[in-house]
């Protein structure tokens, strides 16, 4: 092995995301002879990015006060909307009252792609670096323990460890200040959260799977600017979650459904309940005679305040969904993203490239005020969603400012063992528990995860390490498969988890992981209950390639 080419720069930022465009962006504004580069696994700036999203544009404002002249491709201004509770297959009731936290006057809806694709360039404009297809595969540490940089990970190495032809040592990015912007559940944010404890003084953090789709629908159906919530079926009362509907120009409607990864019945599939959701009496008509142009999936970061790591440590910081400061209730996280990156950077300008303050000065910004306004609504659901609702109209009418705050816990932990959690209609097929539970035929398509993989664009090539680490294949065909029945071939939306015959294993069955439908969620990471699963980065540029989510 050769020795490592080396680039050095004043700030590393890992991730291309709004909070690491925003950073550099400010950065750059605030000091222009600084030198920072970006990061960024995906092939192109945006590539993976799903979000809903429909954005507060007041940090965007405040970055980019000209904005509006030249707006990202996809930019509906809001002017409608509609929170409805579906209480079977058949039937809905729209709220004559929208929930507060999902009041969008004011708002836009875009993709959250395009918009950091659209971002890229402003950064760029100003000086800053950026580096798709690089993917940080590890921390690289000096002497005294501090983070210095990071490694981008080699390229063109087979799946046995040997080199390809094509084989390209990665080269190291050293600065004295990293910049973890990865988003939800990032490879490395999880890594350096553990080794520095950031998260000794909180609650664990705890996560939702989301699922969107982009529709192309016939003339006349979409109503620009339009935005639906809904709550109800196909959940049960015991699962937090629900969907949106966000109509765009150009006969596009972006349909999404979130779960939350604290559920308990280890037959619960995120991904049937949302073919289910696109049946609905008051949905289907939407889609109906439409093609889906782009589809995709992606773990949320939901634990809020009480969650919140330490955000700072030797030579590196967090911002971002990195460091959790989604604001759930709202079912936003970028305006939060945006305003810690610019945050960040002027703690930056100020203090130097170290990281020392920046967590007290986050702390003490709106940022952080707003997840303590909402710390409680969203654990409340933890009993069921008509307690949740009750807490919630609580929360919300005194403004959070109860004086206790409640606790989550961890999404592995949660899960019951078969036999435990009463489902009611179920028949006992893994994915078909709601065949007796308010049925409803599914006409629309697709009928199948490789089927949502494809509209993904998911790229791997089929010859590389596999990225998802199994520490004990052996739990998978015997605990696994006796106590909760392989729930991975179930909350992974992509397929990537089967359990295969195999007449040379001594149960007659292993785990077969099909790397290359991974769409990079993160679900196995945090929702397997034996804590054997870890996600790492594969090579760079692999992975989806969402087009407009």
């Known amino acids: 092995m050769s020795e490592r080419d080396v680039m050095e720069y004043d700030v590393v930022t890992v991730g291309a995301g709004p909070a690491g465009l925003a950073f550099a962006i400010r950065l750059k504004q605030l000091n222009p002879d600084i030198r920072v580069c970006v990061i960024e696994k995906a092939s192109t700036v945006g590539a993976q990015i799903l979000s809903g999203a429909v954005i507060e544009p007041q940090p965007l404002n405040e970055l980019l006060p000209e904005w509006g002249k030249n707006p990202p491709p996809i930019c509906v201004p809001v002017n409608q909307d509609e929170f409805w509770f579906l209480r079977d297959p058949h ?43 690089f993917a940080a595969s590890e921390p690289l540490f000096d002497e005294a323990g501090a983070v210095c940089g990071v490694r981008i990970g080699d390229m063109g190495v087979a799946k046995d460890g040997s080199h390809k032809p094509s084989y390209t040592q990665g080269i190291d990015i050293k600065a004295p200040l990293t910049v973890l912007a990865e988003g939800c559940r990032g490879h490395l944010s999880k890594q350096l959260i553990a080794k520095y404890r950031l998260d000794a003084d909180c609650d664990p953090q705890t996560y939702g799977i989301g699922m969107k789709e982009l529709w192309s629908v016939p003339e006349g159906r979409s109503q620009p600017g339009k935005v639906v919530h809904t709550l109800g079926w196909p959940l049960d009362p015991s699962i937090y979650g629900g969907s949106f509907l966000y109509h ?43 093609s889906i142009v782009s589809a995709g999936a992606r773990a949320l970061i939901e634990g809020g305040w009480q969650s919140l790591p330490k955000l700072e440590m030797p030579g590196a910081m967090l911002i ?50 707003e997840l303590k306004k909402v710390r409680n609504i969203r654990p409340g659901f933890n009993k069921g969603l008509w307690l949740g609702l009750a807490n919630a109209g609580w929360e919300t009418v005194t403004a959070g400012l109860s004086p206790w705050t409640l606790k989550n816990h961890a999404d592995w932990s949660s899960l019951e063992k078969i036999g435990a959690v009463e489902a009611p209609g179920r028949d006992g097929a893994a994915d078909d528990q709601f065949r007796k539970r308010n049925w409803v035929e599914r006409t629309l398509p697709p009928r199948d995860r490789l089927a949502e993989v494809y509209f993904a664009a998911t790229e791997h090539d089929e010859d590389q390490p596999v990225h998802l680490k199994v520490a004990d294949t052996d739990v998978c065909v015997t605990r696994c498969a006796e106590e909760y029945q392989n729930p991975c071939t179930r909350f992974c939306p992509a397929g990537v988890y089967e359990i295969v015959a195999d007449a040379a294993a001594t149960t007659g069955k292993r785990l077969q992981i099909n790397a290359a439908n991974c769409v990079h969620c993160k679900t196995c990471d945090i929702k397997d209950p034996y804590e054997i699963i870890t996600w790492v980065t594969p090579e760079g540029g692999s992975g989806p390639n969402y087009q407009n989510l």
């Open 91 to 133: 039937s809905g009731i729209k709220s004559p009252v929208v929930p507060p936290q999902m009041h969008n006057h004011g708002n836009f809806i875009v993709s959250l792609g395009a918009l950091c694709a659209w971002l890229a360039p402003q950064a760029e404009a100003l000086g800053v670096e950026i580096y798709p297809g």
């Open 248 to 290: 765009l120009d150009q006969n596009r409607i972006a349909i999404g459904f979130v779960a939350g990864l604290d559920y308990q019945d280890p037959l619960f599939s995120p991904f049937e309940a949302f073919q289910q959701l696109k049946n609905h009496a008051t949905i289907k008509p939407l889609l109906e005679g439409g």
């Open 320 to 369: 971002g969904d990195a460091a959790g400061l989604m604001n759930v209730p709202k079912i936003k996280g970028t305006h939060q993203a945006i305003r810690s990156g610019m945050l960040a950077a002027a703690h930056v300008a100020e203090h130097g490239t170290v990281a020392t303050g920046w967590d007290a000065a986050l702390r003490a910004s709106p940022v952080a005020a």
